[in-house]
Nanobody
Framework: VQLQASGGGLVQAGGSLRLSCAASGSIFSIVAMGWYRQAPGKERELVANIISGGSTNYADSVKGRFTISRDNAKNTAYLQMNSLKPEDTAVYYC?????????????WGQGTQVTVSS
């Protein structure tokens, strides 16, 4: 599976961004798609994921502000990010995995930088 991420950028606190992650290749093997982020000096963390069937999971820090969705016809996952905070600044990576909680066995897209200014 190959993943192409897009949509990062610079935004002021309180603003919004939408990230996209387009999958190609062996898409039949994808069970879960997710977004992870890594800030400088910090470990990579799960932001949100969506499982085949539509169930979603979010980090507590983004609940109520971020929404993950998936368009199966376009093989694309989206992360709508609203009410952004400076602490959301990080490199965001999309992931496509063959099972719900096995991101490390899946494919990663290139990172996209999200910077939120105060």
């Amino acid at each position: 599976v190959q993943l192409q991420a897009s949509g990062g950028g610079l935004v002021q606190a309180g603003g919004s961004l939408r990230l996209s992650c387009a999958a190609s290749g062996s898409i039949f093997s994808i069970v879960a798609m997710g977004w992870y982020r890594q800030a400088p000096g910090k470990e990579r963390e799960l932001v949100a994921n969506i499982i085949s069937g539509g169930s979603t999971n979010y980090a507590d820090s983004v609940k109520g502000r971020f929404t993950i969705s998936r368009d199966n016809a376009k093989n694309t996952a989206y992360l709508q990010m609203n009410s952004l905070k400076p602490e959301d600044t990080a490199v965001y990576y999309c992931n496509a995995a063959p099972c719900p909680w096995c991101a490390d066995f899946g494919s990663w897209g290139q990172g996209t930088q999200v910077t939120v200014s105060s």
